[in-house]
T-cell receptor
Framework: TQLLEQSPQFLSIQEGENLTVYCNSS?????LQWYRQEPGEGPVLLVT?????EVKKLKRLTFQFGDARKDSSLHITAAQPGDTGLYLC???????????FGAGTTVTVRA | DVKVTQSSRYLVKRTGEKVFLECVQD?????MFWYRQDPGLGLRLIYF???????EKGDIPEGYSVSREKKERFSLILESASTNQTSMYLC????????????????FGEGSRLTVL
């Protein structure tokens, strides 16, 4: 059983549309990281959120950490084909010192 | 820029063969990790190391061993490969910044796709 549940598993949208990816848990996390992995590459860190309720923006990407630090979301505005990839959330549960990863959301943006 | 280099992008081995996957990082990071990535399961930690010659089991260490003789190099060994070890293997490193320990930003290699026949 995954400690971090990501939804949806797959998302295919047209260029210009918006999308949201969710990362949920029943456990409290000290922080949450979001990575993007492009085909044939390793994951690359996009952002780390640390404080409950925190919102971070990275150009067209908005990341939010839930108030209770049990969930996070990634919202992409006006998606572009370059946003295509596997999005992974990861974090250390409060009672652990290692990162746990979600299963990932595969996002495909069609031109 | 941090560079994590994995020695082989693609390998095909036979059941029972010994397999070595090599990983080198060039940024003097203390921590190094080996993950396997399977569709629908995300990344699962096999082993990690926080110092030279130090290693600890992750969540799925069975069938694997590791070696860290030098700070920059972390090797994953499959003593006797089996078909259920067919997977993508990702090496990562991280800096042991004060307060982050093993949970800081991970820098990944490009991955090694292993097929065991």
């Amino acid at each position: 059983t995954q400690l971090l549940e990501q939804s949806p598993q797959f998302l295919s949208i047209q260029e210009g549309e918006n999308l949201t990816v969710y990362c949920n848990s029943s456990s409290v996390f000290s922080s949450l990281q979001w990575y993007r992995q492009e085909p044939g590459e390793g994951p690359v860190l996009l952002v780390t959120v640390v404080t409950g309720g925190e919102v971070k923006k990275l150009k067209r990407l908005t990341f939010q950490f839930g108030d209770a630090r049990k969930d996070s979301s990634l919202h992409i505005t006006a998606a572009q084909p370059g946003d295509t990839g596997l999005y992974l959330c990861a974090g250390p549960p409060s009672n652990d010192y290692k990162l746990s990863f979600g299963a990932g959301t595969t996002v495909t943006v069609r031109a | 820029d941090v560079k994590v280099t994995q020695s082989s992008r693609y390998l095909v081995k036979r059941t029972g063969e010994k397999v070595f996957l090599e990983c080198v990082q060039d940024m003097d990071h203390e921590n190094m990790f080996w993950y396997r990535q399977d569709p629908g399961l995300g990344l699962r930690l096999i082993y990690f190391s926080y110092d030279v010659k130090m290693k600890e089991k992750g969540d799925i260490p069975e069938g694997y061993s590791v070696s860290r003789e030098k700070k920059e190099r972390f090797s994953l060994i499959l003593e006797s490969a089996s078909t259920n070890q067919t997977s993508m293997y990702l090496c990562a490193s991280s800096l042991d910044k004060r307060g982050t320990g093993l949970t800081g930003e991970l820098f990944f290699g490009e991955g090694s796709r292993l097929t065991v026949l």
